[in-house]
């Protein structure tokens, strides 16, 4: 299994531009969170989905960001318009419905200048 | 609010000598633990985890930790650190009160070095 990719590895912005951070679950997971990580705040859930539906995503700093799993291997994480304090690592995990354990990806960071 | 807390920003220890790494969590009701170890640039891998019974964890890469209800603690050990172990440890509690297993609600952490 390759786990969990998240892709890209590393994005470069300028403030204003939108950002996409993509993730690709472990097959047959069936949850999936967004998690960033910041110096100051450490780790934070963001949001996240079971069975593709977004089920608590009272995480998400502001109406800037945005998630989307339209399908149960794939979703995103947008940011539009962004700005330097999203700068960040951005952590996508899965895990089995009933199992308290997540898979993170190597996860994104991002670098909004 | 549940919380949880590493009192340790940083930790250096010689290679071989033993390791215990603090966890304190706050949460009203018997605690699904965590521990994560992450390397530089990598994401999070689970060492172990404490849900129920016996209070005595044994992980991967020859951790174990062990629940203590009277002192809300969680604390992680090695008993012979290796150079490879140099990396942030995160202890975790799942916030169940979120509605769904695997929201976990982190330590800010405790980077580890290993001296020669």
């Known amino acids: 299994d390759a786990g969990v990719i998240q892709s890209p590895r590393h994005e470069v912005t300028e403030m204003g531009q939108e950002v996409t951070l993509r993730c690709k679950p472990i097959s047959g997971h069936n949850s999936l969170f967004w998690y960033r990580q910041t110096m100051m705040r450490g780790l934070e859930l963001l949001i996240y989905f079971n069975n593709n539906v977004p089920i608590d995503d009272s995480g998400m700093p502001e109406d800037r960001f945005s998630a989307k799993m339209p399908n149960a291997s794939f979703s995103t994480l947008k940011i539009q318009p962004s700005e330097p304090r999203d700068s960040a690592v951005y952590f996508c995990a899965s895990s089995t419905l009933g199992n308290t354990e997540a898979f993170f990806g190597q996860g994104t960071r991002l670098t909004v200048v | 609010a549940q919380s949880v807390t590493q009192p340790d920003i940083h930790i250096t220890v010689s290679e071989g000598a033993s390791l215990e790494l603090r966890c304190n969590y706050s949460?009203?009701?018997?605690?699904?633990l965590f521990w994560y170890v992450q390397s530089p640039g990598q994401g999070l891998q689970l060492l172990l985890k404490y849900f129920s019974g016996d209070t005595l964890v044994q992980g991967i890469k020859g951790f174990e930790a062990e629940f203590k209800r009277s002192q809300s603690s969680f604390n992680l050990r090695k008993p012979s650190v290796h150079w490879s172990d140099a990396a942030e440890y995160f202890c975790?509690?799942?916030?169940?009160?979120?509605?769904?297993?695997?929201?976990?609600?982190f330590g800010k952490g405790t980077k580890l070095s290993v001296k020669p």
């Open positions: 949460y009203g009701a018997t605690p699904y």
């Open positions: 975790a509690v799942g916030d169940l009160n979120r509605g769904s297993q695997g929201n976990l609600i």
